[in-house]
Structures are given as C-alpha cells and as structure tokens.
C-alpha cells in the first residue's frame, strides 16, 4: 500500500511515461493595467493590475528517476499560510475561530514538508512528434489556488509529452503571491488573498462581489495571454542579452541565488528553442479558471494589442464556476472555428441545479463534451485530497481517473476511453437509480454531453 504524502513527504509520481521537469518563471508585463475601482482601503492603490506575470513549467525531461523535488508550498511559504487563513476568514465573514486558524497553522508544518516529485532544471526530452515540437497547455487555477496546487494535473500532463505552464494568478484569488521589488501592498512584497474588507469603491460603483469576481477574470484573462506571448518570446527570441522587456526573474532570495537562477533559466530556454508549438495550444483551468477559459472562449477580441494563437485552442474544464461571468454572457454557439470543449464535473457541481443548467446550455450549443465522476468533489482536481492519510489512495484513483479522460481528449480519442465508448448520454437530463443518486461505484463516468473531438 502506498506510504500517505504526509508521511512520506511527497505526492505521488506523475503517471505518464515521461520524467518530469520544472522550472519557476516570472517576466515583466507586455501591457501594464489596472482597474481604476476598487482600491485597497490602507493604500488608495488600485487593488486589481497586472503585475509581474509568473507561472511554474512542467515539461518532458531526459532526466534519472530520483527526482530532487521542490517544495509543494511555493513562496512566500508563511505569506501563503496567512493568505489560507484569509480566505477563511473571507469564506466565513468572520474572523477564523481557533479551530480554522489551527488548521492553517497545521497546514504550514504538514504541507512545509511536502515536495513535488520533478527535476528542476533537467533539460528538455527530444520531442518525438512528426512536428519535432511540444504541444503548449496552459492552465488557470482556481480560488485559493497556487502555481502547485494542481501539480499532479499538471506534472501528469507534462509525463504525457506536453509543455505546461501553471499560473500563479495575481488577482488577489490566490493565498498569497509575491511582487516584484518595485510594488508592494500593506505586506511589503506580498499580496494576500484579497476580502471585501481590504477594498473600498467609489460612490456609484457597483459594489457586490460577483462585480468584483468579474473585475479579477479580466485581469486573469490579460495574465494568460501575457504568459503565452512573453513565453513564446523568450523560447523564439534569438537572444535573452540586454531585453528587458522580458527580464527573467528568479525565486526570492539573495542577489547570489538570483544570478545563479538566471543563468540557470538561460541555459534551460535555449534547450527549449524551436521545440514548442505556439500555434497548438491548450487551454484548461479549475473553478474560477474553468471561468476565465470560458470567459476567454466568448470574448470577441483579446485585451489591448495580443493576438490569438493561429489554430483555436482545445479547452478542458475542470468543475467551471460560472457564476462570475455575466449574464447574458457572449454566444459560444458552434461554429467552423469553436474549438472541440470537455468539461469533467463534479458531482457536487452537478446537482448544482440552476448552474448545471447554465453549464448544459452552453456546452451544448458549443458541440462540447461533458462528463462527471462518482465520488469527484470540487476539490478533488487539485492535490488537497491527497494530503488527508484517510483518503489518499482514493484521491490518487480519482486524479488517475481525471487525468486518463482529459489526455485522451487532448489526443482526440475520448471515444475511445472504456468509460465513454458505447455509453449511452443522457442529454442533461440526469438519471437517478431508486435511492436518488447518480451514481455508487467511485470513478464511474456518467455522460451527458458527448461532442466534436
């Protein structure tokens, strides 16, 4: 039986065939934003912009098997233990009671000693496709979410043989994030998890959190295009010297370790030149990034002077929050260039019914796919399941799970998966069995949608 992570004090090896490698990234902004409202109330600085954009990369590697690893609290390590106690407090109202603010505090020194099976630095696996390139994902994660929450996802995908870059949203979604030298906020260099609390409007303005949820997918939306055209810079750029409109950036640390880290991703992007594919890329995202890939989907034109990739996207949704996208919200109705779409639902999200529906219309008129998982909860997509010695091994069947259906539809045979092929759909229309349930076997796949590949 599998040792627990919390004992072992790292999460499970990535499935596919392939090492996996890492590297952490953060770029200077192409288009610098921010929203004029709301404001943070210590400051009067804009409490939504578009700061350093960073994200970590999991890629396909050459290396041995024993991997270094790196930890799976990114920095700043005790800002993102506070910034859980904030969005506590945030999902509450209240000041977290001793038990909440134990179980941050206890999630500091269990998850401190946490590492994420990956080679830091390992070179890039010679890639063996016909095009002699990487396909590129990027994934969206969601509230209180970090650039590692979903690293078994994310590694998964990269062990299947694509490029993946994680983003670290700086919208004030995630716990805690860490800004460049010449910001700062309150904290210092650190941006918490952002509560009503913390922001104050003009008079006038529309003040409820759905506006504001809706403020943060469009600084989420300008950090993805922002991620892929100042990666696709750096991976074609002919050379790194004297740009510092790209300037690549190092984890925090002395100016030693910055240098050492720079030189470091220097030499790792030059083994990366020529081998990933900018015109083929995916698109996938949890929660509140299921609605940023969504929101991205239905918006007519990409922010300020970006540009859409060549070929449209393949989505993948993982339990897509869509309450922050406005209604009515823009027509995904199918159409020569709508990209092929699977959402994987939780069950949770499922019998959501007024939401369900939403999702139903919209996948629908999409041509999409859409699936859910027995015993999936909305937190099942990231690694938290996993850290819970009761439940891990079933955490890891559900990942497994997870991951097998979304990289057979990113290949385009989810018609041949055992858990699609010959099921029948039922349209949405959900179909319990006499005890009221949609299902009882953990991992069964119901299918409501089945769509283009």
């Known amino acids: 039986m599998p040792i627990p992570p919390v004992i072992s004090s790292n999460l499970p090896a990535a499935k596919g ?8 990234m953060s770029h200077k902004p192409i288009s610098p934003f921010s929203h004029p409202q709301p404001t ?17 990369v999991f890629y396909p590697t050459d290396a041995k098997r024993g991997a270094k690893g790196v930890s799976w609290v990114p920095q700043p390590f005790w800002g993102i233990i506070k910034g859980y106690e904030l969005f506590l407090q945030g999902k509450t109202g209240q000041v977290p009671s001793r038990g909440m603010r134990w179980l941050a505090s206890a999630l500091g020194y269990i998850a401190g000693r946490l590492r994420i099976p990956v080679h830091p630095y390992a070179s890039l696996l010679p890639p063996t496709s016909a095009s002699g390139k990487y396909t590129l994902v990027i994934f969206s994660h969601g509230l209180a979410g970090t650039r590692h929450t979903y690293s078994q996802f994310c590694a998964g995908l990269a062990s299947e043989g ?11 979604s995630g716990p805690a994030v860490c800004l460049s030298s010449e910001e700062g906020n309150g904290d210092g260099k650190v941006l918490h998890y952002i509560r009503q609390g913390d922001i104050k409007w003009a008079a006038g303005e529309d003040k409820s959190l759905t ?3 809706t403020l943060q997918l469009d600084i989420r939306s300008r950090e993805i295009y922002e991620s892929y055209h100042t990666f696709k810079n750096l991976i074609t750029n002919s050379s790194l010297e004297g740009n510092n409109a790209y300037n690549i950036l190092s984890e925090v640390g002395d100016n030693t370790e910055k240098q050492k880290d720079v030189e470091k991703k220097k030499q790792w992007i030059e083994n990366l030149k020529d081998k990933v594919d900018f015109e083929d890329l995916k698109l996938t995202g949890h929660s509140f990034g299921g609605a940023l890939i969504q929101s991205l989907l239905s918006a007519a034109h990409p922010p300020n002077t970006f540009t859409r990739p060549y070929q449209p996207p393949i989505i993948t949704y993982l339990d897509p929050w869509l309450e922050p996208i406005p209604l009515p919200s823009s027509s995904t109705k199918s159409h020569p260039t709508m990209p092929p779409i699977l959402v994987i639902n939780s069950i949770g999200f499922t019998e959501w019914s007024s939401h369900f529906t939403r999702l139903v219309g919209m996948i629908k008129s999409a041509q999409g796919s859409l699936l859910s998982i027995v015993g999936v909860g909305h937190q099942s ?3 938290f399941p996993l850290l819970d010695p009761r439940s891990h091994n079933s955490a890891k069947l559900l990942l497994n799970k997870i991951h097998d259906l979304s990289t057979l539809f990113l290949q385009g ?32 796949v119901i299918l409501h949608l089945l769509g283009k590949e």
């Open 17 to 24: 065939p392939y090492q996996v490698g890492y590297v952490p």
């Open 40 to 56: 943070f109330v210590e400051t009067g600085s804009p409490a939504l912009k578009v700061h350093d954009i960073s994200y970590s």
């Open 162 to 172: 694509y490029v993946v870059l994680a983003l670290e949203h700086k919208d004030g």
């Open 211 to 213: 506006h504001f949820r």
């Open 381 to 383: 997509f990231s690694d």
């Open 413 to 444: 045979k989810l018609n041949e998966s055992v858990d699609v092929k010959g099921k029948a759909v039922d349209g949405g229309k959900l179909v319990r069995d006499k005890n009221g349930k949609l299902g009882d076997k953990e991992g069964e």
